[in-house]
């Protein structure tokens, strides 16, 4: 375990590495004994700090929910980050290619809570009876350490690489469709990338809310009435580029896109 003079050294490292745009040197390499449990604490701290300087936490992202992912990265459960107010974009949108390291792209669910969720004890049902809507979403994937070699100590405490989000489609209430079987078709400039169904995630996208419910829960922490969650993705990231634009179908829920300038 980190002393937590390390832990605030990284968590403001980080701080500076969003500002800067430049990527730090990997945090297993430096640190060989850094835990899971210490990344988490770096990215609690990061968090303090972003709000104390005027940031609006608005919900939590969700990530390492396919059995692929957790097998490429040697651990068993999901990770998760914060999203905050100015990491929310409308479909549509233009995104400065270069307020990002290592962009990527991933097509996802995200649920819009309308009442509050705590575990202990949280089910998919308490999940699916707290949210007021599904919508269609990407996820924008950031990296503020190094990507090669990176583990998922690494990806943790860099808030589990969250970006930024762009919602979109037709936002459906949680028994209007069948949530395991929502599709999308991921086209990057008019050619399809890579396709996906929901239920890839967890076997439900709504398992990884209650999941991570019970996860926070035992830092006295939970989820809050108009609370945005990404649940997870359900392909694999794209790699973006300056003057890509990225569309992605989700046939009767709509479309999501955004164009990389």
Not at 21 to 32: F, N, S
Not at 40 to 65: C, D, P, S
Not at 117 to 142: K, R
Request: net charge negative.
């Amino acid at each position: 375990m980190l002393d937590p003079a390390t832990i605030e050294a990284i968590a403001d490292e980080l701080l500076e590495a969003g500002r800067s745009r430049t990527p730090v040197p990997r945090l297993t390499a430096r640190y060989p004994g850094m835990t899971v449990e210490d990344s988490y604490a770096v990215q609690q701290l990061w968090r303090r700090r972003n709000e104390a300087a005027g940031r609006r936490l608005v919900g939590r992202k969700i990530g390492l929910t396919s059995k692929a992912m957790q097998a490429a990265t040697g651990i068993t459960e999901p990770d998760y980050g914060a999203i905050f107010d100015d990491m929310v974009l409308e479909t549509g949108c233009s995104v400065g290619w270069d307020r990002y390291t290592h962009p990527r792209v991933e097509v996802e669910l995200a649920f819009v809570l309308k009442k509050d969720l705590a575990g202990p004890g949280c089910t998919i049902f308490d999940v699916l009876n707290a949210t007021d809507y599904v919508v269609p979403a990407l996820e924008i994937l950031d990296s503020r350490i190094e990507m090669e070699g990176r583990t998922i100590v690494d990806t943790i405490a860099d808030n589990a690489a969250m970006g930024a989000m762009v919602v979109g489609g037709r936002p459906v209430k949680p028994d209007a469709v069948d949530l395991r079987w929502v599709s999308a078709i991921l086209y990057k400039n008019q050619t399809v990338e890579e396709t996906g169904v929901a239920a890839g995630v967890l076997d439900h996208p709504a398992n990884g809310v209650h999941w991570l419910a019970n996860k926070i829960a035992a830092h006295g922490d939970g989820m809050k009435a108009g609370d945005i969650i990404l649940a997870g993705s359900f392909t694999r990231p794209l790699w973006v580029y300056k003057g890509d634009t990225v569309h992605a179908d989700y046939g009767p829920l709509g479309v999501v896109t955004c164009r990389f300038e």
